[in-house]
């Protein structure tokens, strides 16, 4: 699957202001994915919400995904400091 179609899904199920997706294999992936949505939620709730995005793919065409998920505040401040 190319990461491409990841990420339409993802914008699909989440308000995102930025979803970036990419593969070196399209097995295993990268997402960086900003949104409102993840306000107050922890980071493994986070994951979730972009889990159900993806649905039954997941461990089935997309075998691994690392996860950066933050707010729009989160992301700004990490830009802010360097530590993007």
Avoid at 15 to 26: F, I, L, P
């Amino acid at each position: 699957m190319e990461p491409e179609q990841v990420s339409k899904l993802i914008e699909q199920g989440l308000a995102c202001s930025h979803v970036q997706v990419t593969s070196d294999d399209n097995t295993h992936y990268q997402a960086l994915v900003i949104s409102e949505e993840f306000s107050g939620k922890r980071p493994l709730a986070r994951h979730q919400m972009i889990y159900r995005c993806l649905g039954k793919l997941m461990g089935n065409e997309i075998h691994a995904m690392a996860i950066r998920a933050h707010t729009p505040a989160e992301w700004r401040d990490l830009e802010t400091t360097g530590r993007v």
